[in-house]
């Protein structure tokens, strides 16, 4: 890109790095001896920590979710749409912190970082976690940072888990929470979509039961694969018609198995690319951290039950053309809150791009999301 930043954007951006020594234990059993967490920061902290605002990453996001790390980087973070200078998460009022989850593959402590007790990669090894040990962790770096209580918790998808997993298990430490375009636990076939898509990453011949790096190779196959599926699933059938339609590369049909159709090459396009940027290890910690949240388990499935504790009011958005996870799900929170006696908001947005609709800044989506999001900058600033 130029040497010009865009107005509205947070700028250059250089992550920061947390270190902790103090062993933590998993919902899994096992115990990290010391963990590592990658995260950015956008904004101004206020003198009485009172701004701050927790963002939560979905399954292949990252903790760069805004501005741009080098003036050379031709996109900028992933949720740039909504974040920065007179943005819905507007940094010239709030300080906004988002972390690569622990178990993620851009920093933070992963199967692909070392394990300090062998000095070799942790590859498999690496112990499975859960959205509620990624709210664990999340609490430790809020304390880093002497941030005592959130001025909101946001994310979406998985991230919309996160949050909501916060205000549940941590009540106190959040003043408001945004969950969008998630669920209270996955359906039957959100689990079924995941093990296709691990099932193809460990079936490749390259991946070694996880131990591909000591190999020196990487599943490309099963991982691209993999990425084929979740982003068939993150798109509606209206939007993938309205891009790609039936429109063929050469303009005629060619009656073979290569590439003919324009959804053809953009899916392969996308195979090839998350490839490049993603660990397969990773991606099946994640989808497996997605099938195991239910935090109404512990409530004898009552979901009214598991959000009696919070005490955040709650802005819940969802999507019309959401498959994944369909506006049907999103009520589920809103009635249970409700049922609870809560304080919470609620927006189905007309969309046509399907579950991705939640990282596009769709005017009546931002406009809903910007007024919220003043309402608790003015309860910040007084």
């Known amino acids: 890109m130029s ?13 920061s790095h947390l ?69 819905a998460i507007d940094t010239n009022h709030f300080f906004v912190v988002c972390p690569n989850n622990l178990g993620g593959c851009k920093g933070s402590s992963g199967p692909n970082t070392i394990n300090p007790e062998t000095g070799k990669l942790y590859g498999p090894d690496f112990p499975i976690v859960t959205v509620t040990d990624w709210v664990k962790s999340q609490a430790i770096l809020a304390d880093s940072l002497a941030i005592q209580k959130w001025a909101a918790v946001v994310g979406g998808s998985l ?20 969950v969008i375009a998630a669920a ?34 990487v599943p490309r196959q099963g991982l691209g694969l993999a990425r084929m599926l979740g982003h068939i ?62 935090p109404a388990k512990e409530f004898n499935d009552d979901l009214t039950q598991a959000v009696k504790a919070i005490q955040a009011k709650s802005l819940i958005i969802s999507f019309t053309s959401d498959w994944r996870f369909s506006p049907l799900r999103s009520l589920e929170i809103v009635n249970a809150l409700l049922s609870a006696g809560k304080s919470v908001s609620y927006a189905e947005i007309e969309a046509t791009q399907g579950h991705d609709a939640f990282l596009m800044p769709i005017p009546r989506y931002m406009e809903i999301f910007a007024s919220y999001m003043q309402q608790v900058a003015k309860e910040v600033n007084g």
């Open 159 to 178: 991230g919309g888990m996160q949050a909501l997993h916060w205000a549940i298990s941590l009540p106190d430490r959040v003043a408001h929470v945004l």
């Open 233 to 294: 699933t993150y798109l509606s059938d209206e939007a993938m018609g309205e891009k790609f339609g039936r429109e063929l590369r050469s303009g005629k049909i060619q009656y073979g198995y290569d590439v003919e159709f324009q959804i053809e090459s953009y899916l392969r396009y996308q195979s090839i690319s998350f490839v490049e940027r993603f660990d397969a290890n990773t991606y099946l910690l994640m989808t497996k951290a997605l099938d195991y949240f239910d």
């Open 184 to 217: 209270p636990k996955l359906s039957a076939q959100n689990i079924a979509f995941n093990e296709v898509a691990r099932t193809a990453i460990k079936s490749d011949p390259e991946f070694h039961q996880g131990r591909y790096q000591e190999f020196n190779t």
């Open 19 to 87: 270190h902790v020594e103090t062993p933590l234990d998993l919902e899994c059993g096992r115990t990290l001896p010391q963990f590592d967490l990658i995260y950015e920061t956008y904004g101004q902290l206020n003198t009485d920590k009172s701004n701050a605002v927790l963002i939560c990453h979905a399954l292949s996001g990252d903790h760069h979710a805004a501005g741009f790390n080098s003036l050379e980087e031709r996109k900028p973070g992933w949720w740039d749409s909504a974040i920065g200078p007179g943005k």
């Open 3 to 15: 040497d010009s930043l865009p107005a509205d954007s947070v700028g250059l951006v250089t992550p």
